[in-house]
């Protein structure tokens, strides 16, 4: 199948009617940091490809976007990518969402973007929202060199995966979820020690974002006496 793929990817190029996949980053929370240009992509794209219609619909309607959506998640990427790759190879401009920042960052988008270039199919990736960057930069932790974890395996591999990055000396950024947050930093001062320095970054752009810096032991502390809640960004030194 890759190589009819393949075959099928010559005769577009040949007779100029291969499309084009457009990975779209949408804001993370604050709806002014969409860019002219994703606006653009959504309005003249054929298909746009969604994590979740229901979220992603409000976002369209907000920007007065009137276009086809169509569900693409880790659920179901397996199964629809094949028919997504055919209606690129048949000319078709898809532009692919994901519920916030950018796909393929801790997100679906991945996958498909693999077979698209396996399919000899042009992918472009817009700059834009992420949640990590503003995250890192503000943390005040060294930005020049930094490893990104996403998240951290629930069970199986979690211990595995913190040993592993015991002598990393560069920035580590994990994503969190605010129900394992304080978990998570008592995790990660057993294994980096109580004194190493983080930043929690939660709700970033929306109303009530807030950054708290200090020691693993301080963070936790803070977080123990104050409820975690939204999206989180975890950046941890490195060791020196």
């Known amino acids: 199948m890759p190589f009819l793929s393949s075959i099928r990817g010559i005769i577009s190029i040949f007779v100029g009617r291969m499309g084009t996949l457009y990975v779209v980053p949408t804001p993370v929370g604050n709806m002014e940091d969409m860019t002219y240009r994703a606006i ?97 930069v503000s943390s005040g932790l060294p930005c020049d060199r930094f490893c990104f974890e996403g998240f951290l395996p629930q069970k199986k591999g979690r211990q595995s995966r913190l040993e592993a990055l015991r002598e990393e000396r560069r920035t580590m950024i994990f994503y969190e979820s605010p129900y394992r947050l304080v978990k998570t930093l008592g995790q990660l001062a057993e294994v980096f020690g109580a004194e190493r320095q983080v930043s929690v970054s939660r709700e970033i752009s929306k109303i009530h974002e807030e950054c708290v810096r200090g020691q693993l032991s301080e963070v936790e502390a803070h977080f123990r006496e104050h409820q975690p809640k939204g999206e989180i960004v975890v950046v941890l030194e490195g060791k020196e």
């Not at 179901?76 to 078709?92: D, F, M, P």
């Not at 898809?94 to 991945?110: E, K, Q, Y």
């Not at 929202?129 to 995250?135: H, L």
């Open 40 to 136: 653009r992509i959504l309005r003249e794209a054929d298909v746009v490809l969604a994590e979740d219609t229901r979220t992603s619909g409000i976002l369209l309607k907000h920007f007065d976007i009137h276009n086809h959506l169509l569900s693409h998640h880790k659920f179901n990427e397996h199964g629809t990518t094949a028919a997504i790759v055919e209606r690129l190879l048949a000319g078709q401009t898809i532009a692919l969402i994901s519920d916030a920042g950018t796909p393929g960052i801790s997100d679906p988008g991945f996958f498909l973007v693999r077979e698209a270039v396996k399919a000899g199919i042009d992918v472009q990736c817009l700059p834009g929202a992420t949640a990590f960057v503003p995250a890192l």
